[in-house]
């Protein structure tokens, strides 16, 4: 399996952090040389191990903006 390059260009929010001091993070993450996409996965300290996560495009990130606007929490 070939390794898996990232660039974090931009951390925009630590949206939690767990006692093992994993944080659940937004970032704007370049993966393997492509163009930047918003990110939200579970980072180790450091940033050395990552877990699962999902990436999203500019355009979906403006759907969930909208679609969280209609939540009434």
Same mark, same amino acid.
């Given at each position: !399996?070939?390794? *898996?390059?990232?660039?974090? =260009?931009?951390t925009?929010a630590? /949206? ?9 993070? =937004?970032? /704007? *993450? ?25 990436t ?6 403006? !759907? =969930?903006?909208?679609? /969280? ?5």
């Open positions: !399996m070939s390794e *898996i390059k990232y660039e974090i =260009l931009k925009i630590k /949206l939690s952090e767990s006692p093992k001091g994993w944080t659940k993070e =937004l970032n /704007l *993450i370049s993966w393997n040389g492509r163009d930047p996409k918003y990110d939200i996965r579970d980072w180790a300290p450091n940033h050395e191990k990552m877990g699962k996560g999902m999203l495009s500019n355009e979906e990130v403006k !759907m =969930l903006q909208q679609v /969280l606007k209609e939540i009434d929490f």
